[in-house]
């Protein structure tokens, strides 16, 4: 969690996160790269997503980067690296989210000329990450239906600063007791009828296509 009590030393914390973000989005849009902040609570499934879509991507000669982010660790990095993507590691140390230095110093290791497409996973967190950007040009929150049906009346704040919304592991949503119309119906009503929460499965390569339409990819 933050330590920041003023709220003046609050303010300038986002503005300059604010500037730098800014900095990201033109160097990411200069080199032609398109780019998503795919954030999401621990375990939700955004890795395997991130891996999904890139392995989908290839097939189609996209190519694909990442910085995983994380506090500690480099399971993610791995796990990335060997599904062939050009990932780069960015442990937070204490930080429950990304901001947009991380990613500036990330974006200097990364071969900026071999990729196409970037996703930035950030630190798995449903409440900070909302306030700081990235300078990505779209935003995803991913939920999972072990979450529970209550997720988005919980963190509207995340899903309010986010243009797509992912619902993942719908194929066992009945195993947990979850309808996945109360999430839906929660987000509908949030964005005031203007969004649908998009449905996936991972792990059943379902609804996989359909979001990277929806995020422009291909
Ligand atoms: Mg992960
Ligand atoms: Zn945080």
Redesign the pocket.
């Known amino acids: ?2 330590n920041i009590t003023e709220i003046g030393m609050e303010y300038d914390v986002l503005r300059e996160n604010a500037n730098i973000a800014h900095m990201n989005h033109h160097f990411l849009e200069d080199h032609n790269i398109r780019s998503v902040d795919v954030m999401g609570s621990i375990g939700s499934g955004k890795t395997s997503l991130i891996i999904k879509m890139a392995e989908k991507l290839a097939v189609k000669g996209i190519r694909t980067g990442a910085i995983a982010g994380d506090v500690t660790g480099d399971d993610d990095y791995k796990r990335m690296r060997n599904a062939g993507i050009s990932v780069v590691n960015c442990n ?1 140390g204490h ?3 990304l901001d947009a230095n991380m990613v500036k110093r990330s974006l200097k290791k990364i071969d900026i000329h071999s990729i196409d497409v970037l996703f930035i996973e950030n ?1 798995g ?1 449903l ?3 909302a ?2 950007p990235l300078g990505a040009d779209l935003r995803a929150v991913v939920i999972s239906t072990t979450e529970g049906d209550d997720m988005v009346r919980k963190h509207p704040d995340i899903f309010l600063h986010s243009d797509i919304a992912v619902l993942n592991k719908t194929d066992i949503a009945e195993y947990v007791d979850v309808d996945v119309n109360v999430i839906k119906n929660d987000y509908s009503k949030l964005t005031g009828g203007a969004r649908e929460m998009m449905e996936c499965s991972v792990r059943h390569d379902k609804g996989v296509n359909e979001l990277i339409a929806a995020m422009k990819l291909w």
């Open positions: 969690m933050h937070t930080e429950c989210h630190v967190n409440v900070c990450p306030d700081f």
